[in-house]
């Protein structure tokens, strides 16, 4: 089957709101949205308003443990 997901880039090493804008955006216009990530310049990995924030530098490992 196909993988459905929005992603966002940003180089910031803080999360803020602003960041969720495009994402909620999107979220809002697609019934068919799988996962929303959002990589950034931080060091940590978290979830946050249904969100997949990811460092930058766990990348591959984030995306490999989600079977992609």
């Not at 809002?28 to 940590?44: F, H, M, P, Q, R």
Request: charged content about 20%.
């Amino acid at each position: 089957g196909a993988f459905s997901a929005q992603i966002e880039v940003k180089s910031s090493m803080t999360v803020t709101g602003d960041f969720f804008k495009g994402l909620n955006y999107y979220r809002a216009l697609s019934d068919s949205v799988g996962s929303s990530w959002l990589i950034y310049g931080g060091d940590n990995t978290f979830e946050r308003e249904c969100v997949t924030i990811v460092s930058w530098k766990h990348i591959a490992h984030e995306l490999r443990k989600a079977g992609l």
